[in-house]
């Protein structure tokens, strides 16, 4: 390696703190020195790249080798390693590895070096067990099961009152067979994204926030949830679907109004306000008829909107509309393939917005004026009303019984 030698400097002092200055051919010098030192690491560096690559890769060999012999392993192995994809299931969609690896959530862009389809506990398990064959102390940070396939629904065997659903099941079949299996009265309150599936959605209240033993990730000691046991309500024969709309101009009294009316509202009536470059949007469902619904708006801080939609519908019917849109009528279109928007990471609050966030959102929303940008405010963690002054110990609690809003950004 290179010395680097100075000349040329000069020591510089001010208020007992020393500098050290460095002339024109100084720095030249040391501009030089620096490549060459950069220079040495990058002839070295491509080696040992060659040799982690190469190493991971067999590792992913070797695990496809063993999943091979596995012949009641039903699903597929996706990896950019060299070698030979297990299986053609064709009960499996086609897919390679660039579409493999993409998420949801677009705004993600990681790419694990091996991803395995699951359709069923045993391929699972077999996954799980034959990871640590070839990582026995390594932890499998780079592989990824992806359980999307695992969409069964069912009813419970010895319980008509609860259900089974895969852990790759979205919410939109989800509702689709509540509805046409039980009835238009019957409802499972889990949202209204429908191409959200329920392993993401239902094991990510962090109920465990704290826990030691996570750290210690080597030997493929981790569990995977492949069913859910969910309990159907009988919700009333019908409810309210509500669709308000205000100019852009209302939208810091909306917004602070929103904030200031919700918690205080009734536990009968959920809600999320959209704020578009163009308009607002609130959208809610009312476990009541629409006369009783105007009568608890009328009593709100909100200013009155330019338009109002209600719609008084079954519950399966009202999770269809907000779910595909006002117009949708067929049941089916809760099964169809939606692409997740990407979106930025949402944002928790534990106070109010007030006038001042909501300036900021309302100038945000003008400089992509006309494009697709939206600014979500929406409550969880429980009943609206049950959110106590000073609660409140962590933002991030998606059990604690607080108003929080949530922000996204779509573009």
């Given at each position: 390696m290179a010395a680097c030698v100075f000349s040329s400097t000069s020591i510089l002092s001010h208020n007992n703190t020393r500098y050290l200055s460095f002339t024109t051919s100084t720095m030249e010098s040391l501009s030089s020195t620096i490549h060459k030192m950069g220079a040495a690491v990058i002839d070295c560096l491509p080696d040992a790249i060659t040799h982690m690559r190469d190493e991971a890769h067999q590792k992913v060999v070797r695990f496809v080798d063993v999943m091979t012999r596995d012949k009641d392993f039903g699903g597929r192995?996706?990896?950019?390693?060299?070698?030979?994809?297990?299986?053609?299931?064709?009960?499996?969609?086609?897919?390679?590895?660039?579409?493999?690896?993409k998420l949801p959530a677009l705004r993600l862009d990681h790419r694990p070096l091996l991803i395995v389809f699951c359709t069923s506990a045993h391929d699972v398990s077999s996954c799980v067990k034959n990871i640590r064959t070839v990582r026995p102390q390594d932890p499998p940070k780079n592989d990824l099961i992806d359980c999307s396939a695992m969409?069964?629904?069912?009813?419970?065997?010895?319980?008509?009152?609860?259900?089974?659903?895969?852990?790759?099941?979205k919410l939109g079949r989800l509702y689709h067979f509540v509805s046409q299996n039980l009835g238009h009265e019957f409802d499972v309150s889990a949202g209204t994204a429908f191409s959200v599936e329920a392993g993401g959605l239902m094991t990510g209240q962090r109920r465990l926030r704290n826990v030691i033993e996570e750290s210690w990730t080597g030997g493929g000691s981790f569990g995977v949830v492949t069913k859910f046991r969910l309990e159907i309500v009988k919700?009333?024969?019908?409810?309210?679907?509500?669709?308000?709309?205000?100019?852009?101009?209302?939208?810091?009294?909306v917004i602070s109004a929103f904030e200031e009316w919700l918690p205080s509202a009734l536990d009968d009536f959920t809600a999320q306000l959209d704020c578009w470059a163009t308009h607002l949007h609130l959208q809610g469902k009312f476990l009541g008829n629409p006369e009783e619904y105007l009568k608890?708006?009328?009593?709100?801080?909100?200013?009155?909107?330019?338009s109002i939609q209600m719609m008084y519908l079954s519950p399966a019917e009202a999770n269809l509309k907000i779910s595909c849109g006002t117009d949708a009528t067929d049941f089916d279109d809760l099964i169809g393939e939606k692409k997740s928007k990407k979106k930025s990471d949402f944002i928790h609050r534990g106070k109010s917005f007030g006038p001042?966030?909501?300036?900021?959102?309302?100038?945000?929303?003008?400089?992509?004026?006309?494009?697709?940008?939206v600014c979500q405010l929406e409550a969880y963690g429980g009943f609206f009303s049950t959110c106590e002054e000073g609660e409140l110990h962590d933002p991030l609690s998606y059990h604690s019984y607080v108003l929080t809003f949530i922000v996204m950004i779509s573009m």
């Open positions: 192995v996706v990896t950019r390693a060299a070698c030979e994809p297990t299986t053609q299931n064709t009960h499996l969609p086609p897919c390679d590895d660039d579409l493999a690896r969409d069964d629904t069912m009813m419970s065997a010895d319980d008509k009152t609860t259900l089974w659903m895969g852990a790759g099941c919700a009333p024969p019908r409810v309210t679907l509500v669709h308000l709309e205000w100019d852009l101009n209302d939208i810091i009294h608890m708006l009328s009593s709100s801080p909100l200013c009155p909107p330019r001042e966030g909501a300036a900021v959102v309302r100038s945000r929303l003008m400089q992509d004026k006309g494009k697709t940008a």
